[in-house]
């Protein structure tokens, strides 16, 4: 390793709260750019979720200049990713400048050599740097496990039109988006989060209209939790100043029936939650609200619209393309590595046969 290039281990919020400006400048200049491994995001999550859990963020310098991230953290005497969990923070990974990618995994990789901690490193894609370097744990004698997790479906917009796209998708499901939005009653309108007190208003509505719906489903605990709502509440302040934020509310006769919480950076739009009102459950309003979603994206001139994590019926409707997600575990060949080895497969091996019993 370069020896201008200098390692240093944040492990205090305060630490990471002055990182803003440069976080923003190395990020835009990584091939891993996406909304889940912003400043904004990380600290966010880290505010109100970190709970128990110890900041292990790796600083790698060129002299003073800030060339790469490791957004880690470690729960349990495992190191994860910052972000993991509840919220669905996707496309995770190391952060560095294009041209530094060798010198960021370099320090990485014997940073974490020296800490001899367990790695799981989840919702990363195939070509991530941190593959790469559990390839390099590999060799230094790491036990590595590599697997698929979820799938996360997306389309194209560039070049499209919201006539063209359509004409894309199945006639069957053409035919009932076109119904069902031109069906909307005269008193339904669509309301965008503009301003801070569009947003005091939108929010609530989005998490009662979600929580409601799931409510009589089952539950559901993306937005349930105080601390997950406290997370969103003070993201999406944030992201409405940067201007990445598109929460819409579909309201009729003046009440929330639906809405979507979704998100526009650098061109990509983002699906990540919506809610409907179970008074409604008959028009679809779910389809209509998504539907909306896309077309506005669309008129943004966004390049592609991301359904994100999940691989349910609905997203195969839209979205013909998918991005793999998988999961990295390395263990260091100790005896603490070795029983926190077999400890995680059989947990793994138990989810599995309860997942069996539960459904056969």
């Known amino acids: 390793m370069d020896s201008s290039v200098q390692v240093r281990v944040l492990r205090t919020g305060a630490e990471l709260e002055t990182l803003r400006a440069e976080w923003d400048d190395v990020l835009s200049e990584s091939s891993a750019d ?13 505010r109100h979720l970190g709970g128990d859990r110890t900041l292990h963020l790796i600083e790698v310098r060129n002299g ?32 560095a400048r294009r041209e530094s990618e060798l010198e960021v995994l370099d320090a990485v990789e014997r940073s974490l050599e020296m800490t001899g901690l367990t790695i799981r490193l989840s919702h990363i894609l195939e070509g991530s740097l941190v593959r790469q370097l559990a390839n390099r744990m590999k060799t230094r004698g790491y ?15 560039s070049g499209q039109s919201w006539d063209s796209l359509l004409s894309s998708l199945g006639k069957r499901h053409r035919e009932n988006v076109r119904r069902r939005i031109r069906k909307l009653p005269a008193a339904a309108c669509v309301l965008q989060t503009m301003t801070q007190e569009d947003l005091l208003n939108n929010l609530p509505s989005l998490i009662a209209l ?30 409405l100043e940067r201007g990445w934020l598109r929460l819409f509310v579909l309201r009729i006769s003046d009440r929330p029936a639906a809405a979507v919480y979704a998100f526009n950076r650098n ?18 309003l779910g389809l209509v609200a998504l539907g909306l ?15 994100l994590h999940g691989d349910e019926a609905y997203k195969s409707l839209w979205a013909r393309e998918r991005r793999e997600l998988h999961v990295v575990e390395a263990y260091p060949r100790s005896l603490k590595g070795s029983l926190a080895m077999h400890t995680h497969q059989a947990l793994r091996a138990a989810r599995t046969m309860a997942r069996y019993v539960i459904t056969s």
């Open 293 to 307: 979603s896309i077309r506005d994206a669309i008129e943004e001139g966004a390049t592609e619209y991301d359904l």
């Open 267 to 284: 061109g990509r739009a983002l699906y990540y939650q919506a809610g409907v009102a179970p008074e409604h459950s008959g028009m679809s």
């Open 64 to 95: 003073s200049r800030l060339i790469g991230l490791a957004p880690f953290m470690t729960s349990r005497g495992r190191l994860e990713f910052m972000g993991t969990g509840t919220v669905g923070s996707d496309y995770l990974d190391l952060i």
């Open 210 to 239: 979600h929580n409601e719906r799931w409510d009589k489903r089952g539950g559901s605990d993306a937005l349930k939790e105080s601390g997950v709502q406290a997370f969103h509440k003070d993201f999406s302040r944030l992201a």
């Open 143 to 157: 036990r590595v496990f590599d697997r698929v997790i979820n799938v996360c479906p997306f389309m194209t917009l």
């Open 34 to 46: 996406c909304l889940f491994l912003t400043w904004e995001w990380m600290t966010s999550w880290w």
